[in-house]
């Protein structure tokens, strides 16, 4: 293979193994510890542009220390996502508390996560911003594969296979 074909672009199935810091250094999540690279295609949006575009044009075992802003991450957090539910949104039977998580999917079937922000009688105040909004972020990203993507990959947009999550 043409080194070309092996650099990071556009199409291509690329696995990487990374590290996320928060401002102060310490670790919010990785796959270098005992875990296996994480696949993406490249150019499907299936992760955070400004790492993808750090990554455009790398090649197998290239290093990337890549800072986003929180505008390039996950955004700033928007105050029409935090909202006051009543209890019956929620599991009876179940002790809601500050600090709690929970996740469903809306009435369109998207994927929903609150973090439980205050809880005052039948009333609770949740917050459905990623949990990373407003948080500037550190990546290191260590490239460790990248192939052509099929034509089947590339019309579902992510990749298949090993250590993909295809489950449609």
């Known amino acids: 293979m043409s080194e ?6 556009p199409g291509k199935v690329v696995g990487i193994y990374f590290t996320l810091k928060d401002p102060q250094g310490r670790v919010l999540d990785t796959n ?3 875990g296996k690279p994480m696949p993406y295609l490249h150019g499907a949006k299936n992760i955070l542009p400004g790492l993808e575009q750090a990554l455009e044009g ?3 075992n290239d290093f990337v220390d890549v800072h986003l802003t929180a505008e390039q991450g996950y955004g700033a957090k928007k105050p029409e996502l ?3 539910l009543e209890r019956k949104a929620f599991p ?3 002790e809601i508390v500050a600090g709690m998580r929970f996740s469903g999917r809306d009435p369109q ?3 929903r996560s609150m973090l439980v922000l205050a809880v005052e009688g039948d009333v609770i105040t949740v917050d459905e911003n990623h949990p ?5 972020l550190h990546f290191e990203v260590t490239v460790c594969g990248v192939r052509d993507a099929t034509e089947e990959e ?3 947009g992510h990749p298949h296979g090993p250590g993909s999550q295809h489950n449609h």
């Open 4 to 9: 070309a074909s092996q650099r990071v672009a």
């Open 32 to 34: 270098r510890r005992g």
């Open 58 to 60: 790398k090649a197998k």
């Open 82 to 84: 935090i909202q006051k």
């Open 92 to 94: 009876p039977n179940v």
């Open 109 to 111: 079937g998207r994927q």
């Open 132 to 136: 990373l909004a407003d948080l500037p």
């Open 154 to 156: 590339k019309q579902h």
